[in-house]
Structures are given as C-alpha cells and as structure tokens.
T-cell receptor
C-alpha cells in the first residue's frame, strides 16, 4: 500500500478526444510525477510537478499537460488522443523533488485509444 | 544521456531455484541513484530498493540480495529460493543527481520473471 491512488482504473477513448486522469498522492508529498508505460516497455517520464508548478518534463509533446492541487491531488490531461497514447499511466509521489528520494507509485490508469 | 539496460526479457525457472536479474546502466554523473521495482499484473510498481552511487555494499533482505558494481556499471538482483509469488516484471531504474530530481527515473525495459511450481 503506497498511499497513491489513481482513477479511473480503465478507460476507452476515441482518437482525437481528450482525457483527464486523476491521482491522489500520499499526504505530505509535495512532488508528483507521471509516467507512460506502453505494453512490454518500461515506464517513461512525462513530467513532474512540485508545489503546483511543472519543474521537469520528459520527451512528450505539449498536448500532455498537468495540474497539481494543494490537497495532494493532481491531474494528467492529454488532448487530441492518438492510437499510440494507449498505455498504462502511472502517477508517483515523493516528499520533495530530490533525485535520491524513493518514489511511490499508484496502480495506474489503463487507457485504450480506438 | 542516462540509460538502463535489462538484457533479459523473460526468465522462467522452477520454484526454489535461485535467479539473478541483470541491470547495466550508463550515466555521466558521479552521483546517482539506482532502484529496483516489482510490477505484478495489477500494474502498481512496488519499490524494492534504492542505492546511491557512493554505497557499493551489497545488500540482503530476506531472500532478496543486490550486487552493485560501479566498475562494471551493474546493479544485479538475486532472488534465492524463488517462490511463485515472485512472478512479476522487475524494473531497474536510474536517477541522476544533476537533474535535482526533476528529470524523473529512467527505467529499463524490464525482465518478466516466471516462477513455475
């Protein structure tokens, strides 16, 4: 039990639509990051938020965006969905954005784009 | 650029056998952190261990042990007397200190471990 919860667990969207995925971090964890994991691959870093501001981003286009709220909840928004966006999306939290911190993951949201 | 390689895509062993999962990493930083995570079919990544680059001591936790060798840039994971519940995908990951934690973790592609009864 990591204390990181995500919703929804599964969803299906049509190409071109928009999707919002939600995450609730561990209490006291001011850092949240999102990862995309395609089938058979390792997770890939999308971006990280610290105190409600994006402070790091991986190689993902601007149609991937996020929000972080003061109550330890956060969102990942993806616009103009493409078939390749089908993946498991993982939310992770840690106390502060320190490279040595252990990062705790939720169970993920499985997104299928048809 | 940082990189993590897990050359073993899938390993299948019979219960009670010992098994080693390999992890080789690349980084230009002198300070970095290595992690192992376990991913059962539910999808959640379960943290197993964190090691910083200055601590080369091997670690043992029950049936799990880790061998960190900077000379070969490897951080291998051994399960002794494997059990069916160990079946999962295991990921090795790297975080560079120069990123200040804002670059996220770089993961390998994972090793699917199957323990047969």
């Amino acid at each position: 039990e990591t204390g990181v919860t995500q919703s929804p667990t599964h969803l299906i969207k049509t190409r071109g639509q928009q999707v919002t995925l939600r995450c609730s971090s561990q209490s006291g964890h001011n850092t949240v990051s999102w990862y995309q994991q395609a089938l058979g691959q390792g997770p890939q870093f999308i971006f990280q938020y610290y105190r409600e501001e994006e402070n790091g981003r991986g190689n993902f286009p601007p149609r991937f965006s996020g929000l972080q709220f003061p109550n330890y909840s956060s969102e990942l928004n993806v616009n103009a969905l493409e078939l390749d966006d089908s993946a498991l999306y993982l939310c992770a939290s840690s106390p502060v954005p320190n490279s040595g911190n252990t990062i705790y993951f939720g169970e993920g949201s499985w997104l299928t784009v048809v | 650029a940082q990189k993590v390689t897990q050359a073993q895509t899938e390993i299948s062993v019979v219960e009670k056998e010992d098994v080693t999962l390999d992890c080789v990493y690349e980084t230009r930083d002198t300070t970095y952190y290595l992690f192992w995570y376990k991913q059962p079919p539910s999808g959640e990544l379960v943290f197993l261990i964190r090691r910083n680059s200055f601590d080369e001591q091997n670690e043992i936790s029950g049936r799990y042990s880790w061998n960190f060798q900077k000379s070969t840039s490897s951080f291998n994971f051994t399960i002794t007397a494997s059990q069916v519940v160990d079946s999962a995908v295991y990921f090795c990951a790297l975080s560079e200190a120069s990123g200040g934690g804002a670059d996220g973790l770089t993961f390998g592609k994972g090793t699917h471990l199957i323990i047969q009864p």
